[in-house]
């Protein structure tokens, strides 16, 4: 029992700033999984909106530092983001008839060229950003000093995900969306316009990872190759989860945040290979992620 | 690999295409050499996922890891075992079947986007044992110094255009091999189980072990490609097996054409030349320019390359076209 | 199959990649680098464009700029005609500029070049064409490799002499995994321990992939430092050196490194980088006149500090012009150059004058610099000399 709390408390701090990680890998990955269940678009810009998130914190938050800029930081980030899926939905319509693997390559040439445009706009050096006034220190936590805004990033997480649930499970639309990753034929033949909810979803999911990007701004920074990093690392929390599952989605987010974190404090040596090695473990055990249902066969 | 139904052609081509291979090294400089040598070497890992992908439906990010594999066997062997280069070709080859089988075992009840994740992990974990294994393999510096491999003893291949012949006809090789391995009963199975899993199992097929199967032999051919690339680098670095690597050469398959053995060199071609050989003042831009094509291919060329058509010759009824040959992207969604 | 057509478009990527490269490469051709007595001399200049050093990049292109602009475009009284290619972020890319410069371009010498795992994948793609390389990289044991910045050796122990002088509180070990981060921590590991200094711990994070540094950071706590030496470039030594401030962890352990780990980054680390001890070949604080008109000249033109990368640059640039200055009439092929070299003597050049050892690389001062706020701006300041150190790092 002793040794129990002894181990708790000596790795209390990693275990928490698991949880932020894990969270905000799930305000990202949220939107990927959803989006993927209900157009089967493998969104390979996802990690870029990412990206232009956290530069939009590091021109709009950095200068300044207050709380204004960071709400208008987010302003911006839900607008854009929005925008952006509304666009991609637009552009990557046109191909739906011929199949994810088309559409997912269109993503990943859309991605090329923001990213390098990000480059040739932002240059090449990692941009810090600061976390807002306030909220740029720390507090002790059983003696260790740990940064605030990792705690804010952790209520910021866990009010998305509730949000995201009552929206998907109490709402009308919520249950329109859940059957379109169902089955949206049925959903069209019902008379629904399913045309408005996946511009939506789109929107949605997309204007999350710009917000995400925003939030992870004080934590990760920004600068070129951390879009690539963490379109890889939110593509195997869907998949651990499930595509198309938003409760798959927060599973997934929170147990990267631990593999990342805890397990890398445990056992640096082999870190490297945990994130990949926990997805690979998962599939041969669910090949549908822990989660996700059958994709449906020809 | 052919379409070609006159008796007549069946015998001017090969000859033809064996001399036209033959070619650059007397018509162009050496460094345009040594660039095609390039993409001969990288269109061997395409055509090893036109294999995979293309006719057994088992979509792939994950083919830079055993192209790295093969590499990194002829690197690290050539300067303790032999440098005789098609020796190393063997054991390339071996290696990377034999890594393919130790992890395809994983993948063959997993699909679609799935698989694709479970290749991709598959790919960084093989990257990510070079970076480990720092004494070995440099760590993700890569594995420098290897020395000059021989053809046979005494012939050194270290001349720009000893190097391009060698590789040339390796590759050459490897395609026909490939290609006659698609018409055999084998590829038709593999397309049988792309098309209709379900219909190839109730004719007693046993799907997994065909799929299995698919996924050692393209890592044979990876390896070899492998092999091939570093007789000419002599350098391979864990940069060249990861994820990067994996989806520029499914770049390079889509927009050659994902059944194509043709669309695979054309594929390569396109991403070698806009990675090494864009005008000195667009450096740095080439993710832009390669995005740019991706693009456009992807809306204008449904099938790649290989689907342009040939305006002198008359269009083909969709009879005469391989069942392979058509609407396969659609396919791919459901596979 | 489904690719008659596509024939063509190989044959048009054929032409393509064709297009430009003229002659023949089995008859041979000329001979590489060659120059006639007058003419212009082509210089190769690999610079990172792209990835995670590209900011470096442009340290080295300004550098290079402003001594060509002070030279009227010359070189050793001969006109230079500058080819410059990306060195890409990954050796792959490298190599294949590598080839570009030798086979195609053909050009006398090369310099530039920041990354060390692409400088050894090239440098025997230029030793085999008999090309030298004026640069940065550590690569050694290369008749042709001629290092103008620092050295590993030099580094290492000038900072464990300090450390072990100072019979400071255990120390912590932590670096990027890749061979050069860990040829340097365990170099210094070595020295600390041999000099009785205490090693807390060793580390070693995944390189390129790292965003959280918290993990080891929870480590380096519970070791109890006193003092940490850290390896890390570019965004990495950005991503560190901020997260270290932020748990707190600058008010238990004074934060160590070589000048990689505040270079160029000081601007994006801010106040979390303050009271940083980092040890350098150069700063632009030093009192000499090549100094202040490389500073002033630099500063004008492009309203920022020149960096330890610029000035290696602008050193090479330097080298260079000797050099082939001293080739006279002569052609100018790359073993020209290369011997020309290795009878350069005395290069004088903004961090102070200095000549090639036998390892062909320089001996010179390290300095000991802290990371300042000064009037809102960081600022790496000289606090003190720590001595002159030869390439193999003896002290002299």
């Not at chain 2, 320019?289 to 969709?318: C, Q, S």
């Not at chain 3, 670096?175 to 600390?192: E, P």
């Amino acid at each position: 029992m002793s040794a129990l709390t002894q181990w708790f408390d000596a790795n209390l701090i990693t275990v928490i700033n698991g949880l932020a990680y894990g969270l905000l890998l799930y305000t990202l990955a949220v939107g990927l999984s959803l989006v993927f269940g209900m157009l089967n678009l493998l969104n390979l810009a996802h990690g870029t909106f990412f990206l232009a998130g956290a530069y939009v914190a590091a021109v709009v938050v950095a200068p300044v530092g207050a709380w204004l800029s960071w709400v208008l930081a987010l302003t911006i980030a839900l607008a854009t983001g929005a925008l952006a899926g509304v666009g991609l939905t637009a552009v990557t319509r046109p191909l739906a008839r011929r199949g994810h693997m088309a559409e997912a390559l269109l993503t990943l040439g859309i991605s090329m060229i923001g990213s390098s445009l990000l480059l040739v706009g932002f240059g090449a050096d990692v941009r810090s950003v600061p976390a807002p006034a306030g909220l740029d220190g720390s507090v002790s936590i059983f003696g260790d000093p740990y940064p605030v805004y990792r705690l804010v990033l952790i209520g910021f997480g866990l009010l998305i995900a509730v949000l995201a649930e009552v929206v998907l499970e109490r709402t009308m639309m919520g249950a329109t969306v859940r059957a379109i990753v169902a089955d949206a034929d049925i959903v069209r033949t019902l008379g629904i316009d399913t045309r408005k909810i996946l511009y939506g979803v789109l929107a949605a999911g997309s204007a999350l990872a710009v917000v995400a990007g925003v939030l992870g701004g004080p934590v990760l920074g920004a600068g070129p190759g951390l879009d690539g990093n963490v379109l890889l690392t939110a593509l195997v929390v869907v998949v651990i989860g499930g595509l198309g599952s938003a409760r798959g989605a927060l599973i997934g987010g929170l147990l990267i945040g631990q593999v990342q974190t805890l397990g890398t404090a445990l056992a640096p040596a082999v870190a490297p290979f945990l994130i990949f090695g926990a997805m690979a473990l998962i599939l041969v055990v669910r090949p549908h992620g822990l989660l996700g249902r059958a994709e449906t066969t020809a | 690999m052919s379409t070609l139904d006159r008796p007549a052609l069946r015998v001017v081509v090969p000859p033809l295409v064996v001399l036209a291979a033959a070619a650059p090294p007397f018509l162009a400089g050496p460094y345009a050499v040594s660039t095609l040598t390039q993409i001969l070497a990288f269109s061997l890992v395409v055509m090893s996922i036109v294999l995979l992908m293309g006719i057994a439906g088992m979509p792939t990010i994950g083919q830079a890891g055993f192209f790295g594999v093969g590499g990194y066997a002829t690197g690290l062997l050539a300067g303790r075992l032999t440098t005789n280069a098609p020796a190393l070709v063997g054991i390339s080859a071996a290696a990377g079947a034999l890594v393919a089988a130790a992890t395809g075992w994983l993948l063959v009840r997993v699909r679609g986007t799935y698989l694709l994740m479970l290749t991709l992990a598959i790919g960084e974990l093989l990257a990510l044992v070079a970076i480990a294994r720092v004494g070995l393999t440099g760590g993700s510096d890569g594995l420098a110094n290897i020395p000059t491999l021989r053809l046979l003893p005494g012939v050194e291949l270290r001349h720009v255009a000893v190097v391009y012949w060698y590789v040339a006809g390796a590759v050459l090789l490897m395609a026909m091999l490939i290609a006659l391995l698609i018409r055999s009963p084998f590829g038709r199975a593999l397309r049988g189980v792309r098309d209709n899993e379900p219909r190839m199992r109730a004719l007693g097929y046993s799907t997994a072990f065909y799929k299995y199967a698919a996924f050692s032999v393209s890592g044979a051919f990876a390896g070899v490609a492998g092999s091939l690339w570093v007789t000419q680098t002599l350098f391979i670095a864990p940069a060249d097996m990861g994820f990067h690597a994996s989806a520029l050469a499914l770049l390079a398959l889509i927009v050659g054409g994902s059944q194509s053995l043709w669309g695979a060199v054309a594929g390569s071609a396109l991403i070698i030349v806009a990675q090494n050989m864009l005008p000195i003042s667009m450096q740095g831009y080439g993710p832009i320019v390669l995005g740019a094509v991706l693009v456009v291919v992807v809306y204008a060329l449904p099938d790649g390359f290989a689907g342009i058509r040939n305006p002198l010759r008359p269009r083909r009824t969709p009879a005469s076209r391989p069942a392979a040959g058509t609407d396969e992207p659609r396919r791919m969604e459901r596979v | 199959m489904a690719g008659r057509g596509a024939a063509s478009a190989v044959a048009a990527a054929l032409a393509l990649a064709l297009a430009g490269c003229s002659g023949s490469t089995v008859a041979g051709g000329a001979d590489t680098g060659s120059t006639d007595a007058s003419g212009p001399v082509k210089i190769g200049f690999m610079v990172p464009k792209s990835g995670v050093y590209a900011s470096i990049g442009t340290d080295l292109e300004r550098a290079m700029q402003i001594y060509l602009d002070k030279h009227d475009g010359k070189l050793g009284g001969r006109k230079v005609e500058l080819v410059t290619v990306d060195e890409g972020s990954t050796p792959q890319v490298g190599t294949a500029a590598a080839r570009r410069l030798v086979q195609q371009e053909q050009v006398a010498a090369v310099t530039g070049i920041v990354n060390s795992a692409t400088a050894v994948g090239v440098a025997t793609v230029f030793s085999d064409a008999k090309t030298p390389v004026v640069s940065t990289g550590q690569v050694t044991d290369n008749p042709f490799w001629w290092r103008v910045g620092w050295t590993n050796p030099m580094m290492n122990t000038s900072i464990v002499d300090y450390l072990v002088a100072r019979k400071d509180k255990p120390v912590y070990l932590i670096g990027a995994d890749y061979k050069q981060g860990r040829d340097i921590i365990d170099a210094v590991k070595a020295g600390l321990q041999a000099g009785g200094v205490t090693v807390a711990g060793t580390t070693f994070t995944p390189f390129g992939t790292t965003q959280d540094y918290q993990p080891y950071l929870a480590e380096i706590q519970k070791s109890k430092a006193g003092a940490v030496y850290a390896f890390y470039a570019g965004a990495e030594a950005t991503r560190f050196v901020t997260q270290y401030a932020q748990f707190g962890l600058n008010t238990q352990a004074t934060l160590y490194g070589n000048q990689a780990l505040t270079e160029g980054n000081l601007s994006a680390q801010g106040p979390a980088a303050a009271g940083v001890l980092t040890n350098s070949i150069y700063s632009p604080g030093i009192d000499s006149p090549v100094n202040k008109q490389f500073v002033e000249a630099y500063t004008a033109k492009y309203n920022a500090q020149p960096s330890v990368y610029s000035e290696a640059q602008y050193a090479s640039a330097a080298v260079l012009d000797k050099a082939i200055a001293s080739i006279g009439n002569g052609k100018v092929t790359g073993e020209a150059v290369n011997a020309a070299l290795g009878k350069v003597g005395d290069v004088e050049t903004p961090r102070g004058t200095w000549r090639f050892d036998s390892f062909q690389a320089p001996t010179q001062t390290i300095y000991l610099r802290r990371a300042t706020n000064s009037g809102g701006v960081m600022v790496d300041e000289v606090i003190e000399v720590l001595g002159v150190y030869s390439s193999d790092g003896k002290k002299s």
